[in-house]
């Protein structure tokens, strides 16, 4: 059974940073495709992060310059470092991950990040 279990939210003040991480199971992990999404309050789900089985990555343009995904692929773990965070940052954080072809995708139960004084 596949399972992306995500780790690391919590309370952070402004310009802080937190670490994600995702550990996946059920899956092969190096062929698929891994994401970070997150949804705000009042807000449509978006993506923030995403590392290709290809080793790609690619981000939303609000975090450009704050945020790094990357991999470890022997532990089956994708990581999210979120560095100078704001409050706009504040969202529930979850785990995506697809197989490239004919993939379905899941998502972790997420994490929430909180971003306030």
């Known amino acids: 059974q596949v399972q992306l279990v995500e780790s690391g939210g919590g309370l952070v003040q402004p310009g802080g940073s937190l670490r994600l991480s995702c550990e996946a199971s059920?899956?092969?992990?190096?062929?698929?495709?891994m994401a970070w999404y997150r949804q705000a309050p009042g807000k449509e789900r978006e993506m923030v992060a995403a590392?290709?089985?290809?080793?790609?990555?690619d981000y939303a343009d609000s975090v450009k310059g704050r945020f790094t995904i990357s991999r470890e692929n022997a532990k089956n773990t994708v990581i999210l470092q979120m560095r100078s965070l704001k409050p706009e940052d504040t969202a529930i954080y979850f785990c995506?991950?697809?197989?490239?072809?004919?993939?379905?995708?899941?998502w972790g139960k997420g994490t929430l990040v909180t971003v306030s004084s």
């Open positions: 590392a290709t089985a290809g080793g790609t990555a």
């Open positions: 995506y991950a697809k197989r490239r072809y004919n993939g379905i995708p899941y």
């Open positions: 059920g899956i092969n992990f190096s062929i698929n495709d």
